[in-house]
Every structure is written in structure tokens, then in C-alpha cells.
């Protein structure tokens, strides 16, 4: 009996704290020893109550484990492609060290994009050559994953003319592929909980958590009639170029991650790409070109299916790129509590 009546009375001192404290929706903290936001709890904005988004328009809270002062923000579960970790357009990359490059690749080969001991993604990448020009013009079209003993695909699949109605998404679990019913906020999770997928909006837009390791944003878009003008890239009238805007969020890289994007998230990378200019692009091709979209054999890939890391190597990166999002798949960040 008095142990009922310790914990009733523990109950309702929770409640009058929630109450005088004016906690309206889901807090949020870092558990990350390197951040200064460090087990302090702090109040989701009123704009973005939850770590759940309620629609396809509305923002999730997160907290940005790196910035010193500890103030929940708002942002969008697809792609942001002006913030580090993005890869859009005829790929427009931004590093981890906030850095715009630009990788141009070539059509119908594939390229590493991060390579470490526990995680591999590669990119396919389509595009077209133009006459005249000296070098295609590309976009991802596909990203391979590999962690642990698993694989995973997500690409955009070739259609003639764009139709925001038709969803061209098309995801792959281990050689298999997956059916994930359209509509905002369908999920998929693997068996052993190793990855899941979440639609974050009715058709061609996904979030791809690997619990620990990553979260990727990925949105289908053609190469629209304007930029096709802009930029003269001629795009033929039988393809609409479907191609991958993505967005990138790390959970422990280590020092020594390799990939035209996983390098710059390396603590001593100097960035070769020449600041000031139009199109500051970032060579590699030779180093990290794989013969598939789910092979680790390019010169500089790091992969092992092992995954084993270092004691001393392990979780040392910059996490000034990083956005630690609210929930337990977050990683070296954040958990959320009502």
C-alpha cells in the first residue's frame, strides 16, 4: 500500500511539473557526450510539436546537437537541398563540411558516394551527352546500400513523361522487392529491425532509416521543361529523366569514411573544389567507380561486411553536418518524450 501511494503521489508531482511548465508537445535532448546540448530536454516549437509529421506539408522537431545554443527547430522529412548532406539536380552536392561541389560522373556507371567499415552506398547515375558537349550531363538515378550482411536499393524508375500521380519509387530489400502501399506515412520495417522505410508523401518521396547509421530522404522529380531551357540540356521527348533529389543524415562515421561525399565528412578533409567559382566541381571518378550498384570494389572503398570499427576510430567526425533528429533510429542524437 505504500508502495501504490509513493508512486501515485510521484504521478501526480509529474503532472503539475508538465503543467506549470507549459509542455505542450514532445521534448527533445542529445545524448551525444560531444554535443552542449548534452541530456538537456528542450521544448518541441509550438509549429512543430512532434517528431511525427501529421501531413505531407508539415514539419517534424529536431534539434541541432552541434549548435551551442539548445533550441528545437522545425524542418521537412523530404530532402533539403540547400543543406549539408544533399545531393539534387546534375548532382549538386553539399559536403559535411557545408562545402558546394559538384560530381559529374558519367551516364550508366555507378559511384561510391560514402564507403566506411559498416556502410556502403553507392549511386547510378543517368544522364546524356549532347553534341558538341565534352561531358554528359548526369543525374542519380538509384542508390545501392549495403550494411551488415544486407542490402538495400531505392531508385527512380524511367518514365516518358512526368505524372505526379504515378509513383516511380522503387525499393529493394535483400534481392527482393518491396510493396509499400501509397499513402503519406505507409512504413515498412525489415523483420530484424534493421532498416525501415516510411512514405513521406502519398507517392515518390521516402525516408530509409538504418537504426544507428543513417537516414536518407529521397524525392522523385523529372528534369523539368525549364531547366531543360536553362541549362540546354536537350532532353529527348521520350524521357523525362526521373532522377533522385536525396538528402543524407550520419549517425558515427569514422575518421577514415571514404566516397565523393562521404570524405568531406572526414575531420581533417580540405576540400579541393575551387571556392568563387560557378560550379566548383570535385574529381574522383577513377577512385570511386563500382562495377554495380551493390559492389564495394572501387579503389577507394572502405566497406566490410563485418563492419567492425576501431575503439579510437569510431564516432569522431565533424557533427556539425549532422541534424539529430527526435527518436530512438537516430542514433548518437536524440530521443523524444511526451
Not at 521534448?27 to 509549429?47: A, G, H, K, M, Q
Not at 545531393?87 to 556507371?109: Q, T
Amino acid at each position: 500500500m505504500e508502495i501504490l501511494r509513493s508512486n501515485a503521489m510521484f504521478l501526480i508531482l509529474l503532472l503539475f511539473v508538465a503543467s506549470i511548465s507549459g509542455i505542450q508537445g514532445d521534448t527533445i535532448t542529445c545524448y551525444s557526450r560531444n554535443s552542449p546540448c548534452f541530456l538537456e530536454w528542450v521544448n518541441c516549437p509550438s509549429e512543430c510539436p512532434s517528431k511525427s509529421a501529421t501531413s505531407t506539408k508539415s514539419k517534424v522537431c529536431y534539434l541541432d546537437c552541434n549548435k551551442k545554443k539548445c533550441q528545437a527547430e522545425c524542418k521537412s522529412k523530404k530532402p533539403n537541398c540547400g543543406t549539408p548532406g544533399a545531393a539534387c539536380l546534375d548532382p549538386r552536392f553539399i559536403g559535411g563540411d557545408g562545402i558546394v561541389f559538384y560530381f559529374h560522373g558519367k551516364k550508366n556507371e555507378h559511384f561510391s558516394l560514402v564507403s566506411d567499415t559498416n556502410l556502403q552506398i553507392n549511386a547510378r547515375f543517368i544522364g546524356l551527352r549532347p553534341a558538341g558537349r565534352s561531358r554528359d550531363y548526369t543525374w542519380i538515378q538509384a542508390l545501392g546500400l549495403l550494411f551488415d550482411s544486407h542490402t538495400f536499393s531505392v531508385e527512380a524508375t524511367k518514365a516518358t513523361t512526368w505524372d505526379a500521380d504515378v509513383d516511380l519509387l522503387k525499393l529493394s530489400y535483400d534481392g527482393m522487392e518491396l510493396e509499400i502501399p501509397e499513402g503519406y506515412s505507409s512504413v515498412w520495417q525489415s523483420t530484424d529491425n534493421a532498416i525501415g522505410v516510411e512514405r513521406t508523401s502519398n507517392k515518390n518521396s521516402a525516408l530509409i532509416t538504418i537504426p544507428e547509421v543513417a537516414e536518407i530522404s529521397v524525392n522523385v522529380v523529372p528534369v523539368t521543361k525549364e531547366d531543360d531551357r536553362i541549362h540546354n540540356y536537350q532532353i529527348p521527348s521520350d524521357d523525362c529523366f526521373a532522377h533522385l533529389e536525396v538528402q543524407f543524415r550520419f549517425f558515427g562515421l569514422s575518421s577514415k569514411v571514404e566516397g565523393v561525399l562521404g570524405k568531406t565528412y572526414q575531420p581533417d578533409f580540405v576540400n579541393p573544389a575551387k571556392p568563387g567559382v560557378a560550379m566548383p566541381v570535385m574529381g574522383g571518378e577513377d577512385k570511386y567507380r563500382t562495377t554495380s550498384l551493390l559492389s564495394t570494389d572501387c579503389k577507394g572503398c572502405m566497406f566490410s561486411s563485418a563492419g567492425l570499427l576501431n575503439a579510437e576510430d569510431s564516432l569522431v567526425m565533424n557533427y556539425g553536418s549532422l541534424d539529430c533528429t527526435g527518436g530512438s533510429s537516430s542514433g548518437n542524437g536524440i530521443v523524444c518524450r511526451k
